[in-house]
């Protein structure tokens, strides 16, 4: 599975951007992690493709939205009241190999990537 992020840039504190991801291949389960420069990747949420079940972060809970079209393979990240701290490198994955009962991880395959960077 190939996944392809866009929809990354800058913008400002309060303000909002949508970050896609196109998916080709099977896809059961899709998510959203980052990395801030200098932090451990932190998981954002995650969509399952069939069921639309949804998992966020405290962190993001309220002001981002996790969604998808199954039709086009897709899945979006509508990030809305956008902090400083959200300033990262949104990396889009699919196919996690492990649930933990609350959110998946270990996911199989990843994107390449893209920057949102918020100023304050």
């Known amino acids: 599975v190939s996944l392809v992020e866009s929809g990354g840039g800058l913008v400002q504190a309060g303000g909002s951007l949508r970050l896609s991801c196109v998916a080709s291949?099977?896809?059961?389960?899709m998510g959203w992690y980052r990395q801030a420069p200098g932090k451990e990747r932190e998981l954002v949420a995650t969509?399952?493709?069939?069921?639309?079940?949804?998992y966020y972060a405290d962190s993001v809970k309220g002001r981002f939205t996790i969604s998808r079209d199954n039709a086009k393979n897709t899945m979006y990240l509508q990030m809305s009241d956008l902090k400083p701290e959200d300033t990262a490198v949104y990396y889009c994955a699919a196919n996690p190999n492990y649930y933990s009962g609350t959110y998946y991880y270990d996911f199989a395959s990843w994107g390449q990537g893209t920057q949102v960077t918020v100023s304050s």
């Open positions: 291949g099977s896809i059961n389960v």
């Open positions: 969509i399952h493709f069939k069921t639309a079940h949804t």
